[in-house]
């Protein structure tokens, strides 16, 4: 089983661990690429978020922790939208933003009485 990592980790766990295989999509599906690098970002996305969400949880929550997690979510996200062509995702947030403002205040719908519109 592989997992995406930072491209500037492969160096600092071969030297870390002679043992360890660190390989590409590409080298592993040179075939379909496009789609099994997709899909390996899609579950980089699902774990970094995931650690996001244990820590959010956590009483006792440790800042930096929370921080370097979300940075990695960034990362994920902003590599999604370069190599996927989804950069005016910044500038769709930003537009939603002002027209439907954030979610600063917590302002909640009862799904049962409403829908949001679109």
Known sequence: ???????????????????????????????????KYLEFLIDKLHEEVSE???????PDRDKNKIDD???DVREVIMVLSDIYGYGS???????????RGSFYNGV????ATGTVPT
């Open 52 to 58: 996001v969400i244990v820590e959010l949880k956590k």
């Open 69 to 71: 997690e979300l940075g």
């Open 89 to 99: 995702f910044e500038f769709t947030g930003n537009m939603k933003r002002y027209y």
């Open 108 to 111: 909640l719908l009862d799904m």
């Open 1 to 35: 089983m592989y997992k995406l990592i930072r491209d500037d980790m492969k160096h600092m766990i071969e030297s870390h661990d002679p043992d360890a295989i660190v390989t590409s999509v590409l080298e592993r599906h040179p075939n379909d690429f496009a789609q």
